[in-house]
């Protein structure tokens, strides 16, 4: 059982600083998630491969990497050998987290999205591992696929090295494992994202995936969670609440989670490096 960290959005001054802090507070792993929009035509996101340089440079042991990108945005040959770059500059410290992005977000940057992201995620997955086995330096980077449904998560099993899931609740995570079991004979590395917040704004979260993206609202329903705060309460954890993160995180290790990200999805630039030295990585 390991605990990671996910940043949003990071300057390279801070992924210095924030990096090894985080190592000597005992995280294991440490994630950049892509691309967020902000307004119309105003971006934000910094390229979370050079976050990821950065902090596998700045650090001895953690890994780091994507958590996520979204396969539409990139072609498999330049994720492959970007990750295998990585991997050969870190010794092996870097992950490689993808997913299918949302429509939403493609179609507001011009993106085409497919008609099947099940299947454009498998050839994606093939594609990758077809590019990894040849080669010319060493190592592929371990895959971790972001997946919701019951589907995605066996193709996952299937063809990546792990599943990254989110908004999810420890009985959802021991479904998923039984479920993938069950489809594939395997049984990837499990991460799951624990968000941060206050109550309120952790619910107000969750209303904003319920409203804006149907994966999720289907989702959440095949956890039973049929309302804002049923999300809330079942999948994530007060942000000034140590005992409670830790009581969560111990709930996802039962579940049979080998990763546990905690992602303070919030917290502002100047803030986190302090909400770090007030929360070292869970002991479990």
């Not at 072609?75 to 993808?98: C, D, I, K, N, Q």
């Not at 990758?128 to 080669?135: I, N, Q």
Request: hydrophobic share 45%.
């Amino acid at each position: 059982m390991a605990i990671g960290l996910a940043l949003k959005d990071p300057s390279a001054a801070l992924v210095r600083r924030l990096a090894p802090a985080a190592e000597q507070s005992g995280y294991g792993v440490l994630l950049f998630p892509e691309l967020s929009i902000v307004g119309q035509q105003r971006y934000t996101g910094r390229d979370p491969f050079v976050s990821s340089a950065i902090a596998l440079e700045a650090t001895e042991r953690l890994r780091a990497g994507p958590g996520v990108v979204g396969t539409v945005f990139h072609t498999p040959r330049h994720l492959a050998m970007r990750g295998a770059s990585l991997m050969e500059a870190s010794g092996g410290r870097f992950v490689l987290g993808v997913g299918a992005s949302h429509r939403g977000f493609a179609e507001e940057i011009g993106v085409a999205y497919p008609a099947s992201p099940l299947g454009h995620v498998r050839d994606h997955l093939m594609a990758l591992r077809a590019v990894g086995e040849r080669l010319a330096f060493p190592g592929p980077a371990p895959i971790w696929l972001a997946a919701l449904g019951p589907r995605m998560a066996a193709l996952g099993g299937e063809l990546a090295d792990g599943l990254l899931l989110n908004w999810v609740s420890p009985e959802g995570v021991r479904e998923t494992i039984a479920q993938v079991r069950a489809a594939t004979g395997r049984r990837p590395t499990i991460a799951v994202y624990l968000r941060l917040d206050t109550p309120d704004r952790l619910q107000a979260q969750a209303r904003t995936y319920f409203e804006m993206f149907p994966n999720y609202a289907r989702h959440f329903s095949r956890q039973g969670l049929h309302s804002p705060q049923a999300v809330a309460a079942a999948t994530a954890a007060p942000i000034d609440d140590p005992g409670a993160i830790a009581e969560r995180a111990a709930a996802y290790t039962t579940a049979g989670c080998d990763e546990v990200i905690l992602y303070p999805a919030d917290v502002a630039e100047g803030d986190a490096l302090r909400w770090l030295e007030a929360t070292p990585a869970p002991e479990l």
